[in-house]
């Protein structure tokens, strides 16, 4: 049975118009934000002249987070602090101010951070345990995630990936593995008129249920292994659970005609650098690593394109299937030189040996520049 796997990072998007990590971190501390009673982050209207909430505060806690950290990114990585950085130093003050996750080695900084933010902190609401310190960091990861969710949503034609379509239609069984949280994969996939399957299969209404609906036979499955802007969390009368709503979540429906509770108006996606880390076992992300080592381990080829191998605990995934088995190997698509792709840590002390044992080849070309013949030579049965 003809079969080829798919990994696919943020990169694959930027064709579309999805912004970059630097536009994003942009968008997160000198765009105009303002924070409404819905508990939501919404882009200031030109013309609105009311308040901006706690947003404000909010921007400015989170660019004196950036001063604190960016000295230990420039020695360590030699490059600017993004929102990733951000939103993962927030959540760590926030699970140690809650004593979620205690961590004594940061303590010094959370302190030095408290002492700098106390005349923001002063007016903050207090609505985690009377802490306005924790509260604050908390809206401010908010903020984060609403940034990324906002940018990401004003991106919604494919561009440059109609092969996948292509290779859809050339094998019996195609995994595609995605970090993005916008939808363009689904919209490629519906323009060609194929199904697929993304492990909600569960219709109520407006509403299709997460079951881990992946079928075992030939088939077009997607992953998305760190969520998307189409993935909330609902109330059923049974029980609480992920659903994948296509409008307006606001105004959906069950099949009974009456309105859902949405218990959370953020859409599932992750964020961070290390933080995101500790959602990959449990959950509805746990189920989606569980299916991504399943279904990894039954490739002998990944075809990866547009991903920065930054994400540590993705790589760890990744380079125990490389070593799984002999025949294991990597395709990347990269029109760029070898050392643009070692220059991440990952391939750079380990990219001689995989090269030597086969486990590497690089495509020059981008995901946009390739037609199905030139991905068919990777099909495996």
Same mark, same amino acid.
């Given at each position: 049975m003809a079969r080829l796997a798919f990994f696919f990072g943020s990169g694959i998007s930027y064709e579309a118009g999805a912004p970059?990590?630097?536009?994003i971190t942009k968008s997160v501390l000198q765009g105009e934000w303002i924070a409404h009673t819905d508990s939501r982050y919404y882009p200031r209207p030109i013309d609105y002249a009311g308040e901006a909430g706690d947003a404000i505060r909010a921007q400015e806690f989170l660019r004196r987070i950036q001063?604190?950290?960016?000295?230990?990114?420039?020695?360590?990585?030699q490059r600017e602090v993004h929102y990733e950085d951000l939103f993962s130093a927030v959540r760590q003050i926030v699970q140690d101010e809650m004593f979620e996750i205690p961590n004594p080695l940061i303590a010094e900084s959370v302190a030095a951070i408290r002492q700098a933010t106390a005349d923001l902190t002063a007016p903050q609401r207090a609505h985690i345990d009377n802490n306005a310190f924790a509260s604050l960091a908390d809206r401010s990861s908010d903020l984060i995630q609403w940034a990324v969710a906002f940018g990401l949503s004003r991106v919604r034609e494919p561009r440059g990936i109609n092969v996948i379509g292509e290779v859809a239609r050339l094998v019996e069984n195609l995994d595609i593995f995605s970090l993005n949280h916008e939808c363009l994969i689904e919209a490629q996939l519906r323009n060609h008129g194929l199904r697929f399957f993304d492990g909600f299969g569960?219709?109520?209404?407006?509403?299709?249920?997460?079951?881990?609906d992946w079928p075992d036979a030939a088939a077009v499955r997607l992953f998305k292994l760190h969520g998307s802007l189409d993935?909330?969390?609902?109330?059923?009368?049974?029980?609480?659970?992920?659903?994948r709503v296509a409008g307006s979540v606001d105004h959906a429906r069950g099949a009974d005609g009456k309105w859902l509770s949405l218990l959370q108006?953020?859409?599932?996606?992750?964020? *961070? &650098?290390?933080?995101?880390?500790? =959602?990959?076992?449990?959950?509805?992300?746990?189920?989606l690593f569980t299916q991504f080592r399943q279904r990894i381990s039954g490739h002998r080829t990944v075809v990866c394109c547009g991903y920065g191998w930054g994400d540590k605990g993705i790589n760890i995934r990744l380079d125990q299937w490389l070593r799984d088995a002999k025949e294991n190997r990597v395709v990347l698509?990269?029109? *760029? &030189?070898?050392?643009?792709?070692? =220059?991440?840590?990952?391939?750079?002390?380990?990219?001689?040996?995989?090269?030597?044992?086969?486990?590497?080849?690089?495509?020059?070309?981008?995901?946009s520049d390739c037609r199905g013949e030139d991905l068919t030579p990777f099909v495996t049965q």
């Amino acid at each position: 049975m003809a079969r080829l796997a798919f990994f696919f990072g943020s990169g694959i998007s930027y064709e579309a118009g999805a912004p970059s990590v630097g536009a994003i971190t942009k968008s997160v501390l000198q765009g105009e934000w303002i924070a409404h009673t819905d508990s939501r982050y919404y882009p200031r209207p030109i013309d609105y002249a009311g308040e901006a909430g706690d947003a404000i505060r909010a921007q400015e806690f989170l660019r004196r987070i950036q001063r604190h950290i960016q000295p230990h990114i420039e020695a360590r990585e030699q490059r600017e602090v993004h929102y990733e950085d951000l939103f993962s130093a927030v959540r760590q003050i926030v699970q140690d101010e809650m004593f979620e996750i205690p961590n004594p080695l940061i303590a010094e900084s959370v302190a030095a951070i408290r002492q700098a933010t106390a005349d923001l902190t002063a007016p903050q609401r207090a609505h985690i345990d009377n802490n306005a310190f924790a509260s604050l960091a908390d809206r401010s990861s908010d903020l984060i995630q609403w940034a990324v969710a906002f940018g990401l949503s004003r991106v919604r034609e494919p561009r440059g990936i109609n092969v996948i379509g292509e290779v859809a239609r050339l094998v019996e069984n195609l995994d595609i593995f995605s970090l993005n949280h916008e939808c363009l994969i689904e919209a490629q996939l519906r323009n060609h008129g194929l199904r697929f399957f993304d492990g909600f299969g569960e219709r109520n209404g407006d509403a299709v249920i997460f079951n881990g609906d992946w079928p075992d036979a030939a088939a077009v499955r997607l992953f998305k292994l760190h969520g998307s802007l189409d993935w909330y969390r609902f109330r059923f009368p049974e029980w609480d659970q992920y659903a994948r709503v296509a409008g307006s979540v606001d105004h959906a429906r069950g099949a009974d005609g009456k309105w859902l509770s949405l218990l959370q108006p953020m859409p599932m996606f992750l964020t *961070g &650098t290390t933080v995101k880390e500790q =959602a990959y076992g449990h959950g509805l992300v746990g189920e989606l690593f569980t299916q991504f080592r399943q279904r990894i381990s039954g490739h002998r080829t990944v075809v990866c394109c547009g991903y920065g191998w930054g994400d540590k605990g993705i790589n760890i995934r990744l380079d125990q299937w490389l070593r799984d088995a002999k025949e294991n190997r990597v395709v990347l698509l990269h029109p *760029g &030189t070898e050392a643009e792709i070692t =220059a991440s840590r990952f391939w750079r002390f380990r990219w001689a040996d995989y090269r030597a044992a086969g486990k590497v080849l690089v495509v020059p070309k981008w995901l946009s520049d390739c037609r199905g013949e030139d991905l068919t030579p990777f099909v495996t049965q």
